[in-house]
């Protein structure tokens, strides 16, 4: 596992924005050999989706043969919702780059059979030959996608229902709309991320310190579900010097590569 340090949330956007760009230009894909690119919500990913904006408006990356996956949806919620993950990814990043329709995959959380819709979404990825890179957030008490805590390790995609972590960090995005937070959703399982030849995971802020030090120096735990990345030959935390407020390893700062 390879820790990034950087000392501000700007700084790691900037430093995953580049990494993909170098990513997608050495991958050199073309239409009939796509980058597969796994992709969150969330609040951390922002900055780095409007970086990747810049980017392409810049001239400097292109999506034209970039296949996404979501990590995540919510059951229940219209596509159109303003909460639901397909409406965040389409303002976010979607719909300000040159990625075509039929590329981008989001799990559907009115499908009616949803372990159906996991099941052809993980089919779907592996006719890509398998994601290239996932990128992910980490929840507060150390969940990845929506692997609540005593999620199996091994699984591949799944419903799940998501109570913890809606409590810290996705109710709030509930109050402004008549909404409630839904108790369900559609993820990609600790599994499907390991099986990507590569995946990054992004953490900023002190809220973010506990996983990040479980992730890091913790035991691999189903508590923790992000400590999987630790079975991981190509797993990368970038971070910011808050998310590293509880290392315990005070050399830490040695191991960041950053630039
Ligand atoms: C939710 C999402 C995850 C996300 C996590 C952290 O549980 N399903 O994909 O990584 O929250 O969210 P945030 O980046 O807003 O802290």
Known sequence: MR??????????AEWAAQYILRRIAD??????????????????????????IELYQQGKISFQHVVTFNMDEYVGLPQNHPQSYCVYMRQNLLNHID?????VHILDGNAPDLAAECAAYEDKIKSFGGVNLFIGGVGEDGHIAFNEPGTSLALSNAPASPERSHAPGQRPLFLTTPARCPPHALTVGVGTILDAQEVMILAQGAAKAQAVHHAVEGCINHLWTISALQLHPNALIVCDEDATLELKVKTVRGLGEPG
Request: charged share 10%; glycine share 8%; hydrophobic share 45%.
């Open 3 to 12: 820790l990034i340090l950087c000392p501000t949330a700007v700084e790691v």
């Open 27 to 52: 991958f050199a894909p073309t239409g009939d050999r796509p980058f597969v690119l796994g992709l969150p919500a969330g609040s951390t990913p922002l900055k780095l989706y409007a970086r990747l």
């Open 99 to 103: 990625i075509p329709a039929q590329n």
